[in-house]
């Protein structure tokens, strides 16, 4: 019995589409960057309950793009002046 070279191009086009879905469906997707946002925030808000929201929206958003946060800046050991030996 002899395939007909249409016949095997879509039996090939369908196997090649079904192992890409399969493919597809394994990977785990990451969590959307609205939902990090929105965890982010909200976290910040309860810990710190005079925090504005748009200062909360700033400070999440500096974090996730991967900027220092006001917080962070603030908690950086300052340098520490030695005093010049008298001579």
Same mark, same amino acid.
């Given at each position: ?74 908690? #950086? !050991? @300052? *340098? /520490? &002046? #030695? !005093? @010049? *030996? /008298? &001579?």
């Amino acid at each position: 019995m002899r395939c007909a070279p249409m016949t095997v191009l879509i039996v090939l086009t369908s196997v090649l589409a079904s192992a890409e879905l399969l493919a597809a469906e394994s990977a785990t997707p990451p969590q959307s960057s609205k939902r990090q946002l929105a965890d982010c925030m909200t976290k910040r808000m309860y810990s710190d309950r005079m925090l504005s929201y748009n200062d909360a929206a700033k400070a999440c958003k500096d974090q996730l793009r991967g900027k220092k946060t006001d917080a962070a800046l603030n908690n #950086v !050991p @300052k *340098p /520490v &002046s #030695v !005093p @010049k *030996p /008298v &001579s």
